[in-house]
Nanobody
Framework: QVQLVESGGGLVQAEGSLRLSCAAS????????MGWFRQVPGKEREFVAA???????TYTDAVKGRFTISRDNAKNTLSLQMNNLKHEDTAVYYC????????????????WGQGTQVTVSS
């Protein structure tokens, strides 16, 4: 089992940058595929980016070229570097982990953090 705690959210102007972090408990972090999702009120949680056990990555089209997902297995940390932020990136961002699944479906991830708010002013 793994526990996840996000940090790094906040208020930023459009075209600015933020770096989100997700600290994971446990000694088997490297054996989990990790993902970032986001959600706005009234909408379903949507996929942002994911990184596999071996470091392969995938992104939703809306953030390609602007966001970078990375992991530091030695520090049990997942990161999301967000550049050139847009108003439509405003959401609560969640990190997620799964021992068996790497992909875009939120329903497949077993472990979730509590979320961190990102607000982009236009």
């Amino acid at each position: 089992q793994v526990q996840l705690v996000e940090s790094g959210g906040g208020l930023v102007q459009a075209e600015g940058s933020l770096r989100l972090s997700c600290a994971a408990s446990g000694r088997t972090f490297s054996r989990y595929a990790m993902g970032w999702f986001r959600q706005v009120p009234g909408k379903e949680r949507e996929f942002v980016a994911a990184i596999s056990w071996s470091g392969s990555t995938t992104y939703t089209d809306a953030v390609k070229g602007r966001f970078t997902i990375s992991r530091d297995n030695a520090k049990n940390t997942l990161s999301l570097q967000m550049n050139n932020l847009k108003h439509e990136d405003t959401a609560v961002y969640y990190c997620a982990a799964d021992f068996y699944y790497y992909g875009r479906s939120s329903k497949e991830y077993d472990f979730w953090g509590q979320g961190t708010q990102v607000t982009v002013s236009s």
